[in-house]
Nanobody
């Protein structure tokens, strides 16, 4: 199996930045597409960003495009999400996920999930 562990969440003021990390282990995760999803309080899980194994294909949700940047370091088996100009509506539990296929916006296509890290943004 694949294990994913997120870190880097916290409580910040609007306009601040955070960088989330997700360390993957257990299988040949180098060739997995990776993604970030989030679940705001009282809402369903939603897509944030995804990246192919080579980094050649990157996708963002409209709500974060221009503010967030997804990247990966395959030598470290680590996925990153740089979050800038954070807004209160970014408050959510953020999850990383691994997909044995191509990068996708659909959460049901992902095979493995981390336990999440909390991000709280205050006005």
């Amino acid at each position: 199996q694949v294990q994913l562990v997120e870190s880097g969440g916290g409580s910040v003021q609007a306009g601040a930045s955070l960088r989330l990390s997700c360390v993957a282990s257990g299988r040949d995760v180098t060739h997995f597409a990776l993604g970030w999803f989030r679940q705001p309080p009282g809402k369903e899980r939603e897509f944030v960003a995804a990246i192919s194994w080579s980094g050649g294909n990157i996708y963002y949700a409209d709500s974060v495009r221009g503010r967030f940047a997804i990247s990966r370091d395959n030598a470290k088996n680590t996925l990153y999400l740089q979050m800038n100009t954070l807004k209160p509506e970014d408050t959510a539990v953020y999850y990383c996920a691994a997909d044995e296929g191509v990068a996708t916006r659909r959460p049901d296509f992902y095979d493995f999930w981390g336990r999440g890290t909390q991000v709280t943004v205050s006005s």
